[in-house]
């Protein structure tokens, strides 16, 4: 026998779900804003470079619309299904930030997107080890740099005050977007997100062979903070 408090508060949180999910679908279809729930991803899933770019943003206009899709996932099945491997289709090199939750803000769970996070969201030997397994070994489709407004690392590369310990070593790598920002914060943050992805395209053999080949696609973009939207560069 079923507990009935189990079954109302289920039979609560269904209804709160559909009048909240067709609340946000009026408000973006009065706003232009297409939004389409994603198909069921899985850890095996088969996607072209262009589209598990597109995934990616059309997971992020669900997530600025306030209508998240990656929810509704059973993650008890999805954390069955990734206990013994992982083939994400994306992979994101993100500022360190804590208001960029970067599965959140492209709408996706667990086993789809493989991330990378540094101060900055700067190339290192580390990082391009990383991201190299991530393209050599996982198979991922796309790879982004994601910049954030308002990054605290590249302000502090900007005013390149004397800083404690070792906070100071997020400078030089942050200094070309500097010198290319003519002291403009934004301009500095969008900056930095091309130069990190050149980066990545050049100095790392595996992931210039993968986009040289088409099994990759190399891209950067700035989150929003406000807006809650990303933008290519």
Do not use: W
């Not at 079923?2 to 508060?9: E, K, L, S």
């Not at 099945?77 to 804590?98: G, N, R, Y």
């Amino acid at each position: 026998m079923r507990d009935n408090t189990c079954v109302h508060d289920c039979d609560r949180r269904h209804f709160l779900r559909t009048v909240l999910s067709s609340a946000v679908f009026g408000v973006a279809a009065q706003a232009g804003i297409e939004l389409v729930a994603p198909g069921r991803l899985s850890a095996q899933t088969n996607l072209s470079p262009d589209a598990a770019l597109q995934e990616l943003l059309a997971g992020n206009q669900r997530f600025a619309a306030n209508q998240l899709a990656s929810i509704e996932h059973d993650l008890t099945i999805l954390k069955e299904q990734t206990v013994d491997k992982q083939e994400p289709f994306a992979a994101v090199l993100s500022c360190a930030d804590s208001r960029v939750p970067v599965e959140l803000i492209f709408d996706q769970t667990i086993g789809h997107i493989f991330v990378t996070r540094v101060a900055g969201n700067i190339v290192t030997p580390e990082i391009i080890a990383s991201l190299e397994y991530g393209v050599a070994v996982l198979g991922v489709k796309t790879l982004v740099v994601l910049g954030h407004r308002s990054c605290g690392a590249i302000k502090a590369a900007m005013k390149a005050d004397t800083v404690p310990g070792q906070i100071s070593a997020l400078y030089p790598p942050l200094r070309q977007s500097v010198e290319q920002s003519g002291g403009n914060l934004d301009r500095a943050i969008e900056a930095n997100t091309r130069i990190q992805a050149e980066l990545l395209r050049t100095s790392s053999t595996v992931i210039r062979d993968a986009v040289k080949t088409g099994a990759l696609k190399v891209e950067a973009g700035v989150y929003d903070l406000a807006t809650g939207k990303v933008t290519l560069t």
